[in-house]
């Protein structure tokens, strides 16, 4: 399996943007780039995910880099509820594949 | 109501005992899996389940049995429980006919204490 490389943890301060990064430089072509989290206390949460373009949704923007090698999670304005773990996952593009290798993440927080 | 549920919630056994956990789901999804958790780390696959006839062995399942009684119930046993199966373990669902991602939506966690 492809695997991911975080940070183990970084800090924001309150309403400032943050960047999250994952390194992946064994991503194959059909490899999907997903973002989860967990806050404290409570299971994991889809955040959001990519293939090759920049994606952005109402939690999070995800810009990936032009040889898909790595990728970068974007809180456009942090609050004390995105205090969490961030996993950065890669998951193949099939029907059938079953797996989500979560690896440690990052743990982020928050300042107010 | 949440949609993925976890009983219970908390549990602390002794070694040698048999345990089961138990997951519910009203999403309507047909994959279940089960994790587990330890402090510090990331999750790892024990089960997964595409449908009710279909049950698969995950990166650890050794010690662990899981029983998919309905699309709604997925319950995870330890046969005899030992103190490094003490962690959190979490329930989870998708359904990748309704998202192309497969998202997979979790439930609370089901804390597990072997003494």
């Known amino acids: 399996d492809a695997k991911t490389t975080q940070p183990n943890s970084m800090e924001s301060n309150e309403e400032e943007p943050v960047h999250l990064p994952c390194n992946h430089s064994t991503i194959s072509g059909t490899d999907y780039i997903h973002w989860y989290r967990q806050l404290p206390s409570q299971g994991p949460e889809y955040v959001i995910h990519g293939l090759t373009s920049n994606v952005n949704n109402r939690m999070a923007s995800l810009a990936i880099a032009e040889d898909r090698k790595s990728s970068t999670l974007i809180l456009h304005r942090a609050t004390l509820r995105d205090a969490a773990v961030y996993y950065c996952?890669?998951?193949?593009?099939?029907?059938?594949?079953?797996?989500?290798?979560f690896g440690s993440g990052t743990k982020l927080n928050v300042k107010p | 109501d949440a949609d993925v549920t976890q009983t219970p919630r908390n549990r602390i056994t002794k070694t040698g005992k048999r345990i089961m956990l138990e997951c519910s789901q009203t999403k309507g999804h047909d994959r279940m899996y089960w994790y587990r958790q330890d402090p510090g780390l990331g999750l790892r696959l024990i089960y997964y389940?595409?449908?009710?006839?279909?049950?698969n062995k995950g990166e650890i399942s050794d010690g662990y049995s899981v029983s998919r009684q309905a699309q709604a119930k997925f319950s995870l046993s330890l046969e005899s429980a030992i103190p490094n199966q003490t962690a959190l373990y979490f329930c989870?669902?998708?359904?990748?006919?309704?998202?192309?991602?497969?998202?997979?939506?979790f439930g609370p966690g089901t804390r597990l204490t072997v003494l």
């Open positions: 996952i890669l998951r193949p593009r099939g029907y059938n594949f079953n797996k989500f290798y």
């Open positions: 389940s595409f449908d009710v006839k279909d049950i």
């Open positions: 989870a669902t998708s359904d990748p006919r309704r998202t192309a991602t497969d998202t997979q939506y």
